[in-house]
């Protein structure tokens, strides 16, 4: 943010004083969301059918392979969209790696002593602009892990096979019901819907 600040009322110079914990907040949350996805792809490279099946005669065999199958797939298809959202998730990363860079060194240029050249009516409006900051940030960071579906759980289930995380554990059960059970952020069909951890 800018500010104009009078010297000796003959020039004005420019005085830029970024919000530092705008910044640790941005690094701190692309880590956590980095985190989150790399945790969820774990999860999905570890879900093996590994228990032993009963008999069935050949038609419900069939049906099992091909309904593992449907579901390997699913999981593959839904790995590739957690794999394409890390790779995007990477990209925003460093491009917010950038704007931090380039805020810290702002940074460097607004020093205390700028600080302690403005009058008191500044530094009122300096804190009232960081105290609205502080809102918006604390909104954010509560509108992130909010469900889209009832917007007062967490999020923490993972729509199949589109592999977007958008609903709770209450409204996990009311998509899977619905007679057209759609993903509320694609549209795209829901065959089933999982806990993720992160």
């Known amino acids: 943010k800018m500010l104009s600040c009078h010297q000796n009322n003959e020039t004005d110079d420019l005085v830029s004083i970024p919000d530092s914990l705008e910044i ?12 989150r996805t790399r945790e969820t792809l774990q999860d999905i490279d570890e879900i093996t059918p590994a228990k032993k099946k009963p008999k069935l005669s050949n038609s419900n065999q069939d049906f099992v392979q091909d309904l593992e199958a ?11 969209i957690l794999a394409e959202q890390r790779n995007q998730y990477k990209s925003e990363n460093e491009v917010l790696r950038l704007e931090i860079s380039k805020l810290e060194h702002l940074r460097d240029f ?22 609205n900051k502080m809102k918006l940030i604390q909104k954010a960071k509560e509108k992130i892990n909010e469900c889209i ?21 209450n409204c996990k059960e009311t998509l899977l019901q619905e007679d057209n059970n759609a993903c509320p952020i694609c549209l ?8 993720v951890y992160g």
Do not use: F, S, W
């Not at 579901?71 to 590739?80: A, F, L, S």
């Not at 205390?112 to 602009?129: I, R, S, V």
């Not at 007062?152 to 977007?164: E, F, L, M, R, Y």
């Open 24 to 35: 640790e907040y941005l690094d701190k949350h692309t880590k956590n969301k980095n985190k």
């Open 70 to 80: 449907n579901r390997i797939e699913q999981y593959q298809r839904m790995n590739e």
């Open 110 to 131: 607004a020093d205390d002593q700028n600080l302690a050249d403005l009058d008191e009516e500044k530094l009122d409006e300096l804190e009232l602009k960081l105290r």
């Open 149 to 169: 579906v009832c917007n007062d759980g967490a999020k923490n289930h993972v729509v199949i096979p589109c592999g977007h995380i958008c609903c709770c554990v």
């Open 188 to 195: 795209g069909q829901i065959t089933d819907i999982i806990r």
